[in-house]
C-alpha cells in the first residue's frame, strides 16, 4: 500500500513538469517548410498549446489546406475562427495581426482579416477586420502577412488589404489555429498548414502536402 502511495506521489508530481517540458520543447521545434497538421477536438478552442515566441519579426508567409471539417452549422454568435498570425506584444495588449475564416448558412467558408490595434478588439475599432474571399475544401491557399511602414498588410492569394497597426512592439510570439471564441464545434476540425522560412531558398521542399 505504502509503495503505490510512492508511486502515485511521485507521478501527480511528474505531470505537470511533463507539461511544462512538452510545451517548452515544442516551443523551439522548427516547423518551417515542412507540412504538418493541426487538430482540435471537438468541444476544445485550441489544440495542445505549444507557442512559437520570437524576439524580432515583421512578417509571415505560410501555406495552408482546407477540407471537409471546416463546415458547420451557424451558431447564434458566429465570430471568427483564427489560422494563423502574429501578436506583437503580450496577449494583444499592443496588436496582432491574423488570418481568419468563418462558415455562415452552413455551406459558405469566407476567410478575412482580423486585428487588434493599441489593444482594441476588431469589433471594437473601425477598419479593423474585413472579409478577404471565399474559400473551398481541399484547395491550398498562400498568405502573407507583413507590419511595415506602420501598418499591418495581409496578402493573401491576389487579394490586399490593411490596416493601422498602431503602435506595436520588437517581440511577441505566432498565434495558432483557435476555433470560435463564443462557441466550439461538434466535431474535430483540422487543417494541414506550412509556414514559410526563406532564408534558404535552396533548401525548399516542394509545398505540396504530403499525406
Known amino acids: 500500500m505504502k509503495i503505490?502511495?510512492?508511486?502515485?506521489?511521485v507521478v501527480i508530481i511528474l505531470?505537470?513538469?511533463t507539461e511544462i517540458f512538452l510545451v517548452s520543447n515544442a516551443t523551439f521545434l522548427d516547423y518551417s517548410n515542412e507540412w504538418?497538421?493541426?487538430?482540435?477536438?471537438?468541444?476544445?478552442?485550441?489544440y495542445y498549446?505549444?507557442?512559437?515566441f520570437f524576439s524580432s519579426r515583421n512578417e509571415i508567409e505560410f501555406y495552408f489546406k482546407t477540407n471537409d471539417s471546416w463546415y458547420y452549422p451557424e451558431p447564434v454568435r458566429n465570430g471568427w475562427n483564427k489560422l494563423r498570425g502574429f501578436s506583437k506584444g503580450l496577449h494583444?495588449?499592443?496588436?496582432?495581426?491574423?488570418?481568419?475564416?468563418?462558415?455562415?448558412?452552413?455551406?459558405?467558408?469566407?476567410?478575412?482579416?482580423?486585428?487588434?490595434?493599441?489593444?482594441?478588439?476588431?469589433?471594437d475599432g473601425d477598419g479593423l477586420q474585413a472579409v478577404l474571399d471565399t474559400i473551398q475544401p481541399d484547395n491550398i491557399y498562400h498568405c502573407i502577412i507583413k507590419e511595415e511602414d506602420g501598418k499591418f498588410k495581409f496578402y493573401y492569394e491576389d487579394k490586399y488589404?490593411?490596416?493601422d497597426a498602431g503602435h506595436t512592439k520588437s517581440w511577441g510570439y505566432m498565434l495558432n489555429p483557435f476555433i470560435g471564441g463564443v462557441f466550439t464545434l461538434n466535431h474535430d476540425w483540422y487543417v494541414e498548414i506550412v509556414d514559410i522560412k526563406r532564408n534558404k531558398p535552396e533548401s525548399f521542399k516542394s509545398f505540396e502536402p504530403g499525406f
Not at 503505490?4 to 506521489?9: H, V
Not at 498549446?49 to 512559437?52: A, G, I, L, Q, T
Open 36 to 46: 504538418r497538421e493541426v487538430e482540435i477536438r471537438k468541444g476544445n478552442h485550441s
Open 49 to 52: 498549446p505549444s507557442v512559437e
Open 15 to 17: 505531470l505537470p513538469l
Open 92 to 123: 494583444h495588449d499592443n496588436g496582432s495581426a491574423r488570418l481568419v475564416y468563418k462558415c455562415v448558412n452552413d455551406s459558405t467558408l469566407l476567410v478575412g482579416s482580423y486585428c487588434y490595434v493599441n489593444g482594441v478588439h476588431p469589433n
Open 161 to 163: 488589404w490593411e490596416c
Open 4 to 9: 503505490a502511495i510512492r508511486i502515485l506521489t
